[in-house]
């Protein structure tokens, strides 16, 4: 299958109009270099508080519901789209309000409507402090024809067991889509992705929100470069990088991923991360312990 990942820059609308014709126009470009799996970054449904003015998206507050109000007008669009094209899409991560706080909630479409949802699981310190943004519950894997696929949401790529834990309920790909503004914030996401899938042996694709963002505090710096990555062994570049853009530069990084790829090397790589990853608890239970005075 083909993957494409999105570096995705914030725009200004003045209605809905204008966003689901820059939404239709990215799906539209993946989906014309052959594109089957789509994936937007964290946070980039954040455009969306512009619909409310300038007033309402400047207040961090503010914005967080008028983008949730959207809600269902975003998910009906991007369920026609991917019945349009026939693609799976991870839409941008958006506020979801089903408690008195939201939590960062990403939705996977597929031709025959919504698949799933996934909420971020560990907080940074802005949405903890600042944003007020709440954890939500569960880490589902989504079976679908395109390969088993699961998502970590930006932080919680740097946290190895929630990727482990897809990985064990069978999970062959991983989506990251982030939402970072530092260099220093996207390497973090860079290098987790990247570790994930060397210690899984699978496929982790980076999503990310690039470019200055006047009109939505919350998102004001975009720093980052789409990629797809893989283990650095046999039937992979050497280099873990399977496909990226430019920093900084909006567009698709896309790429050709084979699910046999990933099932051979698990069985026969040069290393055998996915299958020895039981053996450190192993090591740890025999080893630690209180050294010789």
């Known amino acids: 299958m083909k993957i494409a990942a999105a570096a995705y820059p914030l725009t200004y609308f003045n209605d809905f109009a204008e966003y689901a014709a820059k939404i239709t126009h990215w799906v539209a470009d993946a989906a014309g270099q052959g594109a089957d799996l789509l994936v937007f970054p964290e946070y980039a449904a954040m455009e969306l508080a512009s619909l409310g003015g300038r007033a309402v998206a400047i207040d961090i507050e503010a914005a967080l519901h008028e983008v949730a109000r959207h809600g269902p007008a975003v998910d009906a669009l991007h369920c026609a789209l991917a019945a349009q094209y026939g693609v799976h899409i991870l839409g941008a991560s958006a506020p979801h309000f089903a408690q008195t706080r939201p939590t960062n909630r990403a939705t996977f479409y597929g031709p025959h409507g919504i698949i799933g949802t996934t909420d971020k699981q560990i907080m940074t310190r802005f949405e903890r402090e600042t944003w007020h943004i709440i954890p939500g519950a569960g880490l589902p894997v989504f079976d679908t024809p395109r390969g088993k696929i699961g998502v970590i949401i930006c932080y919680d790529s740097e946290f190895p067991l929630l ?131």
């Open 163 to 293: 990727a482990r834990a897809l990985v064990d309920a069978g999970a062959e790909i991983l989506l990251a889509p982030s939402c970072t503004d530092s260099v220093a914030g996207f390497y973090r996401v860079r290098i987790g992705s990247m570790a994930r899938a060397l210690e899984n042996q699978c496929i982790v694709v980076q999503s990310p929100t690039v470019g200055p963002c006047d009109f939505c505090p919350a998102l004001d710096e975009n720093i980052g470069a789409a990629s797809i990555y893989g283990p650095p062994d046999r039937g992979f570049p050497p280099t873990g990088i399977i496909a990226q853009t430019p920093l900084n530069a909006p567009g698709w990084a896309v790429a050709d991923v084979s699910l046999a790829a990933i099932h051979d090397v698990r069985r026969d790589g040069a290393v055998l991360n996915h299958l020895h990853w039981p053996e450190q608890a192993q090591r740890l239970t025999q080893n630690t312990g209180a050294g010789n005075a």
